[in-house]
């Protein structure tokens, strides 16, 4: 953005709260360039996690989880919900929040990360997918866009391990 969009000129650099800002001199805008959210949802399924295989650029044909940006006045976990019907045909039940991150390096989003379980629709790659599927923790594609997304999948399979391990345990004793 370099424009004011009321009065279409130039906008000047100005430090504002101790940060570089671009801001009209003409009106009161301020391009405050705060983050956009974006949500990305880990479904489990048949033992292993849901992912779609990108269409659109960045990273075509990498693999990622379902996710996308946030729809105005869209609450999180139903923009989840939506964005996995769409990518993936599945109708789910977000079941919580795993994670609120922010990928960094110039990347201005906040990604929230929940997992959603299942309850309708069948799995078939939608609009922006060319393929989906799912992965169990060893069969995980080596191409997954995205550290974030890379992490958390990780990070949610180990949890999972040991959660199942803690219960077998609890059972036992
Ligand atoms: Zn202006």
Redesign the pocket.
């Known amino acids: 953005m370099k424009a004011?969009p009321?009065?279409a000129?130039v906008l000047n650099v100005v430090e504002i709260g101790g940060r570089e800002r671009l801001a009209?001199a003409?009106?009161e805008?301020v391009h405050w360039n705060n983050p956009k959210p974006v949500t990305a949802t880990v479904i489990p399924m048949d033992g292993g996690i849901v992912l779609v295989k990108r269409k659109c650029e960045p990273f075509v044909n990498d693999w990622c989880l379902p996710g996308g940006f946030i729809e105005a006045a869209e609450h999180p976990a139903e923009s989840a919900a939506r964005e996995v019907y769409e990518e993936t045909g599945l109708e789910v039940q977000v079941s919580r929040l795993l994670e609120a991150s922010a990928p960094g390096r110039g990347i201005n989003v906040i990604i929230l990360f929940y997992e959603a379980h299942p309850v309708g629709g069948k799995l078939i790659p939608g609009d922006d997918a060319s393929d989906a599927g799912v992965f169990k923790q060893h069969e995980l594609p080596t191409n997954i866009a995205f550290d974030l997304h890379r992490q958390i999948i990780h990070r949610w399979f180990k949890q999972t391990a040991e959660h199942s391990v803690g219960s077998r345990k609890a059972i036992k004793d």
């Open positions: 004011c009321y009065c000129i009209c003409t009106c805008f």
